[in-house]
Each structure stands twice: as structure tokens, then as C-alpha cells.
């Protein structure tokens, strides 16, 4: 049987590496602060990228499940790559959130289809029972991606390019991602071979978002997606921010041009982090193991030490000491990655096959709404305040959902609610 995987397992780790090739990530907040953006403007850009996913998610997890996953995915790909060339040359604000746009329109082909496959194909070969573990493998691929992609993109930034042309270059592992995604065998489309039409879609769309809102477990798994990956997602680049500030006061390398500077602290540190996250996503089933093989009290566990670590994060700026929030940013940036095996999995484990892909665009879609309300309110936080405040907040809804959940346990004399 493991003979059977390695092929496929190959190919889906191959996807989940191409498409985290983009070298522009560790310094997209950067870049938009070089345009003249504020924190307030950048967070609400991102708003509206998450407003285009809201628009866009679940219809195309409903097209992927009826007319075919593969070509979701290379829809998605070329709609990444038609930002990345607005993102290089746009000249205005007006540009950027067409480039936005467009990204966003890729996330939403993307998300929730390639995970869908991956756990479909595990079905057809016996191997559910391996979701955890194999969902890791794929996902560390995808942090190795990462952390190559910042080592490429750290090097173009240091030779001159600067932070717009990096994009151009992200174009070409995704050309190779689209023949990656060809090579898949044709059944992992689980598409419909008849009569799809408008009407199916949104009827395929209705039944299976009431029963995300009738099912107890995927409603509680939902809600805690938005508030955790709602969160995470709005404040992970503001660690570019601290390497910034970091790399443009310590004394180290003060012979070379700040942007350099900031390429190479950007490299390290980004390369360390994806390094070890890839560690962390691949060793998620041990974590779920740790905590007596229960994925929901692993959730929670995740969720608490998380809160802990955004207020050292906090403490740490108030301090003036930008190396220990980056130290517990990196902490968090590694429990998400093993937060996220373990929640794909617990989705598998409430949804069938021929719903999956539209389920987990129904996550994709509640985080957006997380990032939406988030991500201006951090962007305010640090242009009024400064990080800490950014930091704290981020702390703060954790906490008070981790209070709330205490507070229904308490109620119901149980020890945790399923």
C-alpha cells in the first residue's frame, strides 16, 4: 500500500511545493509600505481580497466538486499569475486591488480542492486511517516551498531588483505547478458526468451549507477556523515589520544598503521558520497522539498556548526586544502548521467525498470573514498604537473564545464540548 502512494504522494507534495513559490511573500507588506500605504490601507486591502474569496469561494468549490478539480486548480493558478504581473507593474492604488482581485479569484479556485483530492484518493486506497500523517507530509512540502521561496526572493531583493519584480519571477513555478496538475489521473476530478448546470451548482451549494450549519461538529469546527485562522492569517505579516525594525538596529551588517539588510535578516529568519514548520505540519499525528489521540482537545491546546504566545510577542515589543516577539511569532507560525492537518482532517472525518470540496471552500470562505473584520482593526491598531496593541488583540479573541468554551463546559458538567 505505500508502494501505491509514493507516486501520488509525490505529486501532491510536488503542488503544495510549486505553489508556495512565491518569493514576493516575505516582503508583500514591505512592498505595498514602499507604495505609500498605511497599516489602515494595507489592512484593508486585504479585506477586500477576502471579500473577492467570500464572493468567489464557495461557487468554485461547488464547480470544482461537479465539473472537475483539475481544471479548479489551473484556473486558479493562471488567476495567481495575471496578479503577480499587475502587482509588478502597477502604478496606483486602483492597480493593487485589481491585482488583489485577481489573487483573490485564485485563492478561492484553490482552496479546499486540492486537500479534497489528496483525502479522496486516501479513500479509494484504503488509507483514511493515514489522513493526519499524509495531509502533514504534503503540508511540509508546501513549508519547504516556503522556505526556499524566501531564500530566492531574499536573493533577487539583494541584487537590485527590488520588491516589485520578485512577482515576475514567482510566475514561473506555477507554469510548472499547471503540468504537475495535467499529470493527475483523470478520476481524482470527481466530477459529475451529467446534466450539471447553474441550477445544480447552487443546489449542490445550498444543501451542503445547511448542512455545515445543521451539523453540530462542522458548525463548532468552523467557528473555531474563523477566529483561529482569522487571526493568524492577519497578523503573519506583520513579522516583516519586526525583522525590519530588528535588521535596521542591530549593529550586524551595518556596512550595506538597509534593503539589504532586511533581504538577508528576512532570509534567515524566514528560512528557519519554514524549516521548522514543515517539521511541525509533518509531525501533527504525534501532537494529536500527545493529547490522547483527540483532535478537538488538541484544538484547544493549540488555541490556548497560541494566546500565551501573542502576549509574550506583545511583551516582548513593549520592551523594545523585536528578537523575542519574533521568537514567539515563529512559535505560532508552527503551531498553525499543526493546527492545520489536524483540523483538515477532523473536516474529512464530517464530510463525505462529493461535498468535501465545497466544505472546506465553506472554511476557506468563514476564515476570509475572520480576515475581513480582523485584518482593518490590526492595520488601525498599528498605525494608532503600535504592534503590541496589534499583538494583544489578536491574544485577546483567542482568549475570550477559550473562556467562552470553558464557561459552556462549566455549564453542561462536561469536559469538552463535541
Not at 520578485?166 to 504537475?180: A, D, K, T
Not at 528557519?272 to 494529536?288: D, G, Q
Amino acid at each position: 500500500m505505500v508502494s501505491l502512494i509514493m507516486p501520488m504522494l509525490f505529486r501532491f507534495s510536488l503542488y503544495g511545493f510549486l505553489k508556495n513559490l512565491r518569493f514576493f511573500e516575505a516582503f508583500l507588506l514591505l512592498f505595498m509600505r514602499e507604495k505609500g500605504l498605511s497599516f489602515t490601507e494595507i489592512g484593508v486591502m486585504f479585506a477586500f481580497r477576502e471579500v473577492c474569496v467570500n464572493l468567489f469561494n464557495i461557487p468554485t468549490g461547488a464547480v470544482a466538486d461537479l465539473y472537475g478539480r483539475k481544471k479548479s486548480l489551473i484556473l486558479g493558478l493562471v488567476a495567481y499569475m495575471i496578479s503577480f504581473v499587475i502587482f509588478s507593474y502597477a502604478k496606483s492604488i486602483v492597480g493593487l486591488y485589481v491585482a488583489m482581485f485577481l489573487f483573490g479569484i485564485g485563492e478561492s479556485f484553490r482552496s479546499g480542492t486540492h486537500k479534497a483530492m489528496i483525502f479522496d484518493y486516501l479513500r479509494m486506497n484504503n488509507m483514511t486511517s493515514e489522513k493526519t500523517r499524509i495531509y502533514g507530509i504534503t503540508r511540509s512540502w508546501s513549508q519547504r516551498g516556503s522556505a526556499s521561496s524566501v531564500l530566492i526572493g531574499a536573493l533577487i531583493v539583494y541584487l537590485g531588483s527590488g520588491y516589485q519584480n520578485i512577482f515576475i519571477y514567482s510566475i514561473f513555478p506555477y507554469l510548472f505547478g499547471i503540468l504537475n496538475i495535467l499529470s493527475y489521473p483523470t478520476y481524482l476530478d470527481r466530477k459529475k458526468e451529467t446534466g450539471t448546470n447553474v441550477c445544480e451548482i447552487f443546489h449542490h451549494l445550498l444543501i451542503t451549507a445547511k448542512k455545515c450549519w445543521q451539523s453540530k461538529g462542522l458548525r463548532q469546527l468552523l467557528f473555531q477556523s474563523t477566529i483561529y485562522e482569522g487571526s493568524f492569517r492577519s497578523v503573519k505579516d506583520y513579522l516583516q515589520v519586526l525583522i525590519q525594525t530588528m535588521a535596521l538596529t542591530l549593529p550586524l551588517l551595518g556596512t550595506i544598503m538597509p534593503t539589504q539588510k532586511i533581504a538577508i535578516y528576512s532570509a534567515l529568519i524566514y528560512f528557519v521558520l519554514y524549516l521548522v514548520s514543515s517539521y511541525a505540519s509533518k509531525s501533527s499525528h504525534l501532537f494529536v497522539k500527545l493529547m490522547g489521540n483527540d483532535e478537538l482537545k488538541s484544538i484547544y491546546a493549540i488555541m490556548f498556548l497560541s494566546t500565551i504566545f501573542f502576549g509574550l510577542s506583545a511583551l516582548g515589543f513593549i520592551l523594545g526586544m523585536s528578537y523575542v516577539s519574533i521568537l514567539f511569532l515563529v512559535l505560532i507560525f508552527n503551531l498553525q502548521n499543526i493546527m492545520r492537518p489536524i483540523m483538515t482532517a477532523r473536516y474529512d472525518d464530517l464530510s463525505s467525498s462529493e461535498e468535501q470540496a465545497t466544505i472546506l471552500s465553506i472554511e476557506s470562505q468563514a476564515n476570509s470573514v475572520g480576515i475581513f473584520f480582523i485584518a482593518p482593526i490590526l492595520g488601525y491598531l498599528a498605525d494608532h498604537q503600535h504592534l503590541a496593541g496589534v499583538f494583544l488583540f489578536c491574544g485577546m479573541i483567542l482568549g475570550l473564545y477559550l473562556v467562552y468554551v470553558k464557561m459552556v463546559c462549566l455549564f453542561k458538567k462536561s469536559k469538552l464540548p463535541h
